[in-house]
């Protein structure tokens, strides 16, 4: 007879009939004591689900590795399951309720036999706050089990928040086989509800992240009115004490978290800037009563990639994982420490790769193929709390007030370095057409455009078309609704070169977007937006060539007509769903594109 540690009548009787359903030998309940915490690490240890990290050079972390086929999101075995199909919109992989449902009960059967599982109580956001929302998740890996105690508000705490409330998200997760052929990620937002089994990847298993804090979430944003977002949130501070903060949204490959935390370059040193990180990866944004946008980080730690994390890229990041942080697939070295390709400090002269096998640099795969050290997906889970430049307001019920919302692409040609919309609307145009050309490193022919609308596409839990109408409708219920604006530190010269220098750099633009915000710099009106002079761009300290700058603004008329065509057969998927005001804006660009010289 399992004990539970809670008067929640809807919560035992669900923890209850999935134990039928899984048949797991025991249940226990995640506390978010230290004291379980190291029991649970212990016994991680003792199963090889997790390798001991050299305790003097990176205290408190450890190793894991997943199974060859199971490194990433699986996006094709991702569905939202709502009753019709149109809800789910031409986007997203659909499935009917009842057929997800019956097709995941097959695999869940008995799949925690002679296994644990762990029931964790979470909250996405401050316990108690009305930005906030809890999720219970039930699991049979440690490994989640310590993951979320990380990427989450978890334990005690949330479960006497639960005896106040009854709503809360349903989070079923097992890895059963670890079988491809049998894994499934489910969504069922009209149950607030999500399955997930056969993985035991990070994207796929931690609940409380992509799958609650965005899909379901979305589609509770839309019902509530409010966002779910796959923006980073940062705050920058003035020498006076003034901090302003922006939200951003990037797809992936395109530098988000290393702006999360950016360092100022010397150049802007004097000007005593500071950078105060909130968030790197999900905003939730609600309108407050002062009729603005207000935004917090459900999250409480970074899941992020390790493969070009490096004191030059974001040194934040790198301090941030220096201690209690759970890395998965990079190389074990030698000493009990880790690294990546990218990493700090001489390429190893050996070690045990992501795969556990053995590894010397120049190793090369049948095909010719250099056989790396860390998978390119490898990760880290590391505590918000260990960043050097954690906000102040992490924990603060409200959050912090949006004076920006920013998106952003990789183009080689055709965005400039930085534009402001001309109004809401025409910033929620920007947002859906969002897009970023292909690299070397992805899948897909080179340079091919990419749409990643809101950087949203693999996250919206249901039709992206009233998702668009959504944000149309939240401008509309701001009384100061923050400015939009586009960034891309991706143009290339002709010889494929990066023009602009990017990371630390990107400060002198986000001055400029804040300065446009604060009415204090004029622009020159083009026919995509507001784009800076040269001369209210800080560019003290950087020496760019002659001319670079001027590149980097231009705006380019036949790029822009070309890329019509693209956001066209866009738009169109979407049929008579997509709301009208964006074919406006569609016609309207082509207008002013037509008629500037």
């Not at 972390?61 to 019709?84: G, P």
Request: proline share 6%.
């Amino acid at each position: 007879m399992t004990k539970f540690p809670t008067h929640n009548k809807k919560l035992k009787e669900w923890v209850a009939r999935m134990a039928k359903l899984c048949q797991p030998e025991d249940i226990v309940w995640i506390n978010g004591s230290d004291t379980q915490r190291a029991a649970l690490e212990k016994e991680a240890l003792t199963q090889s689900e997790l390798i001991q990290l050299n305790p003097e050079g990176l205290p408190g972390c450890f190793l894991h590795r997943t199974a060859v086929d199971d490194v990433a999101r699986t996006e094709h075995l991702t569905f939202i399951c709502t009753k019709k199909k149109h809800t789910a919109g031409p986007t997203n992989n659909w499935m009917a309720p009842q057929a997800a449902y019956k097709k995941a009960k097959a695999i869940f059967r008995g799949a925690m036999r002679g296994r644990t599982m762990y029931v964790i109580p979470f909250s996405m956001g401050p316990v108690g706050s009305r930005f906030s929302k809890i999720g219970v998740e039930l699991t049979d890996s440690r490994y989640v089990a310590l993951n979320m105690l990380v990427m989450t508000r978890a334990g005690e705490a949330v479960l006497r928040q639960l005896e106040k409330e009854d709503n809360f998200t349903r989070c079923l997760h097992s890895k059963a086989q670890l079988d491809i052929n049998k894994r499934l990620i489910l969504h069922f937002p009209e149950d607030n509800t999500i399955w997930s089994v056969g993985s035991g990847y990070g994207g796929n298993v931690l609940l409380g992240k992509k799958c609650l804090s965005l899909r379901i979430a979305s589609y509770l944003g839309l019902r509530e009115h409010w966002l779910a977002e796959h923006m980073l949130i940062m705050g920058i501070e003035e020498p006076n004490g003034h901090i302003e903060y922006i939200a951003a949204a990037f797809p992936s490959a395109c530098g988000k978290t290393n702006l999360a935390m950016l360092v100022p370059p010397e150049g802007l040193k004097v000007k005593g800037y500071r950078i105060w990180t909130v968030g790197d990866d999900i905003s939730w944004m609600r309108v407050d009563s002062d009729g603005a946008l207000w935004a917090i980080n459900p999250e409480t730690g970074f899941f992020g990639v390790a493969p070009g994390t490096n004191s030059e890229t974001n040194p934040n990041m790198v301090e941030t994982i220096r201690k209690n942080t759970i890395f998965t697939n990079v190389l074990l070295k030698d000493d009990k420490t880790v690294w990546w390709e990218g990493a700090d400090g001489e390429i190893p002269s050996g070690g045990i790769d992501w795969q556990g096998r053995p590894w010397k640099p120049g190793l090369k795969e049948a095909n010719g193929r250099p056989v790396l050290g860390a998978h390119p997906n490898s990760r880290f889970t590391a505590p918000v709390a260990n960043c050097p430049s954690v906000s102040f307001r992490l924990e603060q019920h409200h959050g912090v007030p949006i004076s920006a919302i920013v998106f952003g692409g990789r183009r080689q040609y055709l965005a400039p370095l930085v534009y402001e919309t001309f109004n809401w609307q025409h910033g929620v145009f920007a947002g859906a057409t969002m897009a970023s050309e292909r690299t070397a490193a992805q899948v897909g022919e080179l340079g091919q455009v990419r749409r990643d609308p809101m950087a949203m596409l693999p996250f919206c839990g249901y039709n992206m078309a009233d998702y668009f109408r959504h944000w149309l409708n939240m401008g509309k219920r701001m009384a100061k609704p923050p400015k939009i604006f586009h960034v891309n530190w991706f143009r290339t010269d002709e010889k494929g070169e990066f023009l602009w220098p990017g990371f630390r750099e990107n400060l002198r633009v986000l001055e400029w977007i804040l300065d446009r915000c604060n009415a204090r710099v004029g622009a020159s009106k083009t026919a995509i937006g507001y784009v800076p002079y040269q001369a209210d761009i800080d560019m003290t300290g950087l020496d760019l060539a002659p001319g670079v700058l001027e590149k980097l603004l231009e705006v380019r008329k036949d790029n822009w007509l070309e890329e019509l065509k693209g956001i066209k057969k866009f738009f169109s998927q979407f049929k008579k769903d997509l709301p009208c005001e964006l074919w406006q804006e569609y016609k309207t660009l082509r207008e002013r594109l037509k008629s500037h010289e």
